[in-house]
């Protein structure tokens, strides 16, 4: 019986590199990409805009809205709200029902407040006093 002696991962590494194993995400070195050199040369082009850029743009570009017999320049996706909401005001149950669930979704997401509550305060108290201590020691120990 022979005992096979455990080889530490770095020595795993070096020994990889001597034998110039071939093989799954070892190809040989004659077929590895050169520095600079790109696995997929005919990708997507530089500046090409996936989906959500262009939707994003569509949605943020601003038209004329006629409102009140004046004329508004507001963005296309304030526009599709404003007509979701007359048309809810028409009696449009579904589209009443769709307002109402964003409008929901949007009081649900927490808001970022300069407020911090008396819980945070004494926790952000609390780990300034030990910070503290913690510098004064350094302090102590390079002086």
């Not at 005992?3 to 590895?32: M, N, T």
């Not at 004046?70 to 009443?96: C, Q, S």
């Not at 009081?107 to 609390?126: F, G, H, K, M």
């Amino acid at each position: 019986m022979t005992i096979r002696k455990r080889l530490h991962p770095s020595q795993h590494h070096a020994r990889r590199k001597d034998a110039e194993e071939v093989g799954y995400g070892h190809p040989p070195r004659a077929h590895q990409f050169r520095p600079g050199q790109s696995g997929n040369p005919r990708g997507r082009p530089k500046g090409t805009k996936n989906e959500a850029s262009i939707l994003r743009e569509l949605l943020n570009r601003k038209i004329e809205v006629r409102e009140a017999g004046r004329l508004r320049k507001i963005t296309v996706f304030e526009a599709i709200l404003l007509r979701f909401t007359e048309d809810a005001l028409k009696g449009n149950t579904k589209t009443a029902a769709f307002l109402f669930n964003r409008y929901a979704a949007q009081d649900e997401t927490p808001q970022a407040s300069n407020e911090i509550s008396e819980d945070d305060r004494q926790v952000l108290d609390a780990f300034l006093e030990r910070f503290e201590v913690k510098q004064k020691q350094k302090g102590r120990v390079h002086e």
